[in-house]
């Protein structure tokens, strides 16, 4: 994909599905009873990945119009899948689906791409095997491909080693088949969209303090889901907002739960012009429109709990703090290393290439900003967020940016470059 800078961005858009709602939608609404109509579904590969996954445990998904249909089955509907089940390159699918495949009465076989058989499972693997949960792979620690023999679980009390909302997901998802409570103790708070839907379609979910707390019930029901833009996607928008000269963006309709809001918290700190207006709450969910003007920034530090709240976010962060003026630290953000590549090396490795002054350094780097990029040919890594990530650096860099495997956005964000080059 060949990027040319613009000189200013004029444009108001509405930024694809939230990839994390889109997923919990079909997932929840396979275990619901009754019918569950998805509007605004991200018809991204990951997402797509979830929908055939639950087809070949026996649920009827179709697409009517422009909203995804799940026939969901109840809480114990689901069927013993003829097939391995593939996530491609979803650690979401991979993680959340084996919660529910623990505890259901048979056997599965997962698998996905190269950068998932590389992804650690056994964060999952641990807490799920104390709940009595059986799965195997071939080597020590669990990596894809494994097998899980589904089994009756007991309820645990579990304090997560990393903050990950995926691991949160997996022990609360089999907590909704086990006997007695489960609870997740959080070292820092995660996106809550697991909670949030869970609590709509009928599951008793209570959060106290850094604890969340799942009680069985006998059945979830259907519920209409709306899902919004998803903020990680609109990131990139909002970054080019500011960096980009004589510009506004104007991002419709995005989804702003406070466990997402990081990126905004950050630019703002860094100077950023964004103001969000026509806040409401759609099934328990923020959403407002994002309105991004020119700014002038300058450097900050990211990191303890901040981290969790703009993870998906740190490739196009720093982006920005290439662009700022002074130096932007990103700390405590090791969970880079383990997404669908090595992020602080990726990162660092494709922004040297446009003349980046950015030094890694154990958990994130340290970004001297205000040196101009000037363009050149990246890498994606085949990880969508490292490629949406340097085409956003090319937009403002000097000369034309050529990404080699940038196709790989179709992971999240389908349209993007439609979007950014039109
Ligand atoms: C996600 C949680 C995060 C995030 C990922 C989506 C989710 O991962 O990076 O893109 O939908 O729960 P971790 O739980 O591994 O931090």
Redesign the pocket.
């Known amino acids: 994909m060949k990027i040319t800078p613009k000189k200013e961005i004029h444009t108001t858009i509405t930024v694809p599905g939230d ?2 709602i889109s ?2 939608s079909i997932m929840l609404g396979a275990l619901a009873k009754g019918t569950t109509e998805i509007e605004g579904f991200l018809m991204g590969e990951d997402c797509l990945s979830t929908i055939s996954c639950f087809q070949k445990l026996g649920i009827r998904i179709e697409q009517q119009k422009d909203k995804i249909i799940v026939h969901g089955k109840g809480l114990h509907g689901l069927t013993a899948p003829t097939e391995t089940l593939d996530v491609g390159n979803s ?2 699918t991979l ?2 689906i084996s919660g529910i495949l623990s505890a259901q009465p048979f056997c599965s076989h997962l698998t996905g791409d190269a950068s998932i058989q590389k992804r650690p499972m056994e ?1 999952i693997a641990v807490p799920l095997r104390q709940m009595g949960a059986v799965l195997k792979g071939s080597s020590d620690k669990l990596f894809a491909p494994f097998a899980i023999e589904g089994t009756a679980l007991k309820g645990i009390t579990y304090a997560l080693p ?8 997996a022990i609360l998802l089999a907590g909704l088949f086990a006997k007695g409570e489960t609870i997740v103790i959080e070292p820092e708070p ?2 809550d ?2 909670e949030i839907m869970l609590r709509c379609m009928g599951a008793e979910i209570q959060k106290i303090g850094n604890e969340i707390h799942c009680k069985p019930v006998p059945e979830l029901y259907a519920h209409k889901i709306v899902v919004p833009s998803d903020i ?1 996607s609109a990131a990139y928008f909002i970054v080019l907002g500011c960096i980009c000269e004589n510009s506004e963006i104007i991002l419709k309709n995005v989804g702003i739960n406070p466990t997402r809001t990081g990126i905004l918290d950050a630019l703002l700190a860094m100077g950023a012009n964004i103001h969000v207006k026509n806040e409401t709450i759609i099934n328990g969910e923020k959403i407002g429109d994002i309105i991004v003007t020119s700014s002038k920034l300058h450097g900050t530090t990211i990191g303890g709990a901040e981290i ?1 709240r703009l ?2 976010e740190i490739p196009v962060l720093a982006v920005a703090g290439c662009f700022a003026q002074g130096t932007t630290i990103i700390k405590d953000a090791q ?1 880079l290393k ?2 669908e590549s090595n992020r602080i090396k990726t990162i660092i490795a494709e922004l040297k290439k446009f003349g980046a002054n950015i030094t890694e350094t154990d958990d994130g780097m340290i970004i001297q900003g205000g040196t101009p990029l000037k363009g050149c040919t990246v890498e994606s890594h085949q990880d969508h967020r490292i490629a949406m990530a340097m085409a956003v650096a090319g937009m403002c860099a000097s000369g034309q940016t050529e990404i080699r495997n940038a196709e790989c956005v179709t992971i ?1 964000f389908p349209n993007f470059f439609d979007l950014l080059l039109k």
């Open positions: 990839k994390s997923h919990r650690g979401t993680r959340l964060r990393m903050a990950s909302a995926q691991v949160k997901s995660t996106r969209h697991t990680s969790p993870i998906d969970e383990v997404k999240s």
